[in-house]
Nanobody, 119 residues
């Protein structure tokens, strides 16, 4: 299974970006999908998560500005980011939980995409 993320870049404060992450390979379904980020010198933190049925969770710092969504037919998760701030600057990673069998899930990570917000 591979996760391919795209959509990062450089944007001015107040701008918007849309990240995409597609899962491919030997998979029948995808359980939870999520976006994490890691700023320079910081730890990796959860930005947003979406379950297979569309239930979403957001970090407090992005509520009201970011929207996570998914297209199950394409095994793809999106992160629409509005009103970006310099503190949103980080490498963004997608994560997908793939069923191994009827009980176990295995996490897979994308390679990361850089988001830089200038002031």
């Amino acid at each position: 299974v591979q996760l391919q993320a795209s959509g990062g870049g450089l944007v001015q404060a107040g701008g918007s970006l849309r990240l995409s992450c597609a899962a491919s390979g030997s998979l029948i379904s995808v359980n939870n999908m999520a976006w994490y980020r890691q700023a320079p010198g910081g730890h990796r933190e959860l930005v947003a998560r979406i379950t297979s049925v569309g239930v979403t969770t957001y970090a407090d710092s992005v509520k009201g500005r970011f929207t996570i969504s998914r297209d199950n037919a394409k095994s793809t998760v999106y992160l629409q980011m509005y009103s970006l701030k310099p503190e949103d600057t980080a490498v963004y990673y997608c994560k997908a939980d793939i069923p191994v069998d009827s009980i176990r899930l295995r996490p897979y990570w994308g390679h990361g995409t850089q988001v830089t917000v200038s002031s």
